[in-house]
């Protein structure tokens, strides 16, 4: 009996979370339901117990901070799929985000303690990001995917910065809104140029019966939404800020990850 429902758990935890980690069949709903948990419990934990305490603030500081890590996450994660580095559960999605996050976490902490914030987290994490892209740039097959991300990138800008000049939102979620445009150009050139599939399972549902440059009005509506949400419901500014961080690494992570695959002429 005792055995049957430890083959019962492993099964469901193999089918649902274990196995798209190797086979890249994406997200469903059981794992991206857990993962946003898991990232939520994760941001307020990060906030109220560590950075809180150590007097971090959320700004622009740490956004740089977070978008030099992100870079070298997202490119470990696009060097595994590309075959230049092994398959780990550490350096697949999600495990990245983990091994990301307690990479930079002791720097964080060592770089308040000694009153050197942000100088230690800017060094380790540029070191880091270079480090990577090295490596991506040596094994790098085509460049073509890049020069198409960035023309719909600037694109995409150009009404977003033209918008801001209204002060429509405040400046630290212009950063996330950025990074989901550049998100956005990534997925469409990936999806409708390269013939890639989208992982997350809604999108892959709404792509299949609209297109690819549906994405534009849909993170749009999206990005709206959770802007508004967390202006009303988040009364606490710094909170806020964080959960805009979290918004920042949501968008930032999958524009890095993408290109870098396809410059490796990955298949979708």
């Known amino acids: 009996m005792l055995e049957s429902l430890w083959y019962r758990i492993w099964e469901f935890f193999y089918t649902y979370f274990w196995e798209p980690m190797f086979t890249r069949s994406g997200y469903n709903p059981i794992n991206t339901l857990v993962y946003a948990l898991l990232l939520g419990f994760g941001a307020i934990y990060t906030y109220r ?80 990001a270079l480090a990577v892209n090295y490596v991506l740039v040596t094994h790098a097959k085509s460049w073509e995917p890049y020069e198409l991300t960035l023309i719909h990138t600037a694109i995409s800008f150009i009404p977003v910065l033209l918008l801001y000049k209204y002060r429509p939102f405040d400046r630290l979620y212009l950063y996330a809104t950025l990074a989901h445009y550049y998100d956005i150009a990534s997925t469409v050139v990936a999806i409708h140029f390269y013939g890639y599939r989208e992982v997350h399972w809604l999108e892959n549902i709404l792509v299949q019966h609209f297109g690819a440059y549906f994405y534009y009005p849909w993170i749009t509506i999206i990005l709206l939404v959770v802007y508004y949400g967390l202006k009303y419901l988040v009364q606490d500014e710094e909170e806020r800020h964080l959960w805009y961080l979290m918004v920042y690494v949501l968008g930032l992570g999958p524009a890095i990850r993408d290109p870098a695959q396809l410059v490796l002429q990955i298949g979708g």
Do not use: H
């Open 49 to 128: 117990y560590i950075l809180k305490p150590l007097r971090i603030k959320i700004d622009q500081n740490m956004f740089i901070a977070v978008t030099l890590m992100v870079i070298f996450g997202s490119t470990v994660r696009a060097l595994v799929d590309g075959g230049i580095l092994p398959e780990n559960p550490l350096i697949l999605t999600p495990g990245i985000f983990f091994t990301t996050f307690f990479i930079m976490l002791p720097v964080i902490v060592l770089d308040a303690k000694l009153k050197l914030y942000p100088r230690l987290t800017f060094g380790w994490g540029l070191i880091l």
